[in-house]
């Protein structure tokens, strides 16, 4: 029995408490995470420093809307700036909502309306972001789409090159497809994009959703590849856990969004500003990152070791904590088998598992995460 809309297939796991890597139930039973909530809990559950800065703002005040300054937007829109290509920043709640705004952004500051999107890729589930998604499963009942959305395949310039017309306002991707099955863009790719778009007057869209704040052990992971696009979007882990979204755009692009332009009632909610300044204030050090990135190493070698000889796995690719292990065959019954003992993870299509921890796991963890996926992998599938 449930007053709850049956939007989400759920695992037959109720949640009383969670700290750090671990999630308990509510028969007290405990679970290794390594889905962090879909890649947002990037520093643990309830990790001290951002449960502080929250609970200090709890008692200042919670909102007074964006007709007022809000002083601690202007701290965490240094931070996100200082450590990107853009200079200006706009607040909202959600990924989709953040790709929203670039949409919005990118049509209005070139007078154009198209954008080319990639097969695979994932940008939300509103109208804009869902008809920029191209994934015909998201597509489903809702027709018809909102136009001007042209998808291509991921990696394949020669067919980016041949949708680009003068009407051509953006091209939007992840840098690695999060929901599509932890797919790299190569390297060649997306300089490439980047060059398209210098030579058409095309803004370059990053969607780092997913792939940024730190999970790739960059702040955002297009800086693996050296280029600086003109919007780059951020919501997941950017506040820990509550909901915040951001849109961090080049200095140039900042005029097209004045006043009365774009808005929203809930964006740059001080609580949620909070916490986001103390996860940026330690993820974006350094150090915490290169510790991402010898963890996401360490996780990748360890898999290798244990599964990746099995004729199960034919692939186990990603950066830094953003891992995807492909699989031969369906894993859709693997999850909750691993679930039952007491690990979680997500999948990425039917057959890649997908493997987001928190950026704070430990090398215990990981040995212990890695122990559990070799362990099951071994039963064939049809046992489970
Ligand atoms: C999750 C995700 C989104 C959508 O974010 P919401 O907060 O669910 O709206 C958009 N883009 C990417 C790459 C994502 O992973």
């Known amino acids: 029995m449930t007053a709850l809309f049956p939007t989400y297939k759920r695992f037959e796991l109720s949640v009383s408490e969670a700290k750090g890597t671990i999630v308990k139930d509510t028969s007290g039973k405990e679970y290794l995470d390594f889905g962090s909530g879909i890649g947002v809990c990037n520093l643990g559950h309830r990790h001290p420093d951002v449960q502080k800065a929250v609970e200090t703002q709890l008692t200042k005040y919670w909102h007074v809307s964006n007709l007022y300054h809000v002083p601690i937007q202007e701290s965490v829109a240094e931070l996100l700036t200082t450590s990107s290509s853009g200079s200006s920043v706009f607040f909202c709640n959600s990924g989709a909502e953040a790709n929203e705004a670039a949409i919005k952004l990118a049509r209005k500051a070139t007078g154009k309306t198209k954008v080319i999107t990639f097969h695979q890729s994932f ?66 790719f997306i300089k490439e994009i980047e060059q398209l778009c210098l030579a058409n007057n095309i803004l370059l869209i990053i969607d780092e959703v997913q792939t940024g704040i730190g999970r790739t052990g960059k702040p955002f992971a297009y800086q693996h590849y050296g280029i600086s696009p003109d919007i780059i979007t951020s919501a997941k882990g950017l506040a820990n856990g509550l909901p915040a979204g951001a849109m961090i755009a080049k200095e140039h692009l900042s005029s097209f969004f004045g006043p009365g332009s774009h808005a929203s009632t809930f964006g740059g909610n001080p609580v949620a500003m909070a916490a986001a300044d103390a996860v940026l204030q330690i993820v974006f050090q350094m150090d915490f990152l290169n510790e991402v990135k010898e963890k996401g190493i360490y996780l990748k070698e360890q898999l290798n070791k244990r599964i990746g000889t099995s004729s199960f796995v034919s692939d186990i690719r990603g950066k830094g904590l953003m891992v995807g292990i492909e699989c031969k065959e369906d894993i859709t019954a693997l999850i909750p088998s691993l679930i039952e003992k007491g690990l979680l993870v997500l999948n990425a299509g039917p057959y890649v598992i997908r493997l987001l921890p928190p950026l704070t796991v430990s090398q215990q963890e990981i040995d212990k995460a890695v122990n559990l996926i070799a362990e099951n992998l071994k039963k064939p599938i049809t046992s489970i």
């Not at 008809?131 to 990696?155: C, D, I, R, W």
């Not at 090159?161 to 790299?184: F, H, K, P, S, Y």
């Open 123 to 188: 940008h939300g589930r509103t109208f804009a972001t869902m008809a920029a998604t191209g994934q015909e499963k998201v597509h489903t009942g809702f027709g018809p789409m909102l136009e001007s959305f042209v998808y291509v395949p991921f990696n394949d310039i020669e067919a980016v090159q041949n949708t680009i017309d003068g009407q051509t306002a953006a091209i939007m991707l992840e840098v690695i497809q999060g929901e599509g099955g932890v797919l790299d863009g190569k390297l060649e």
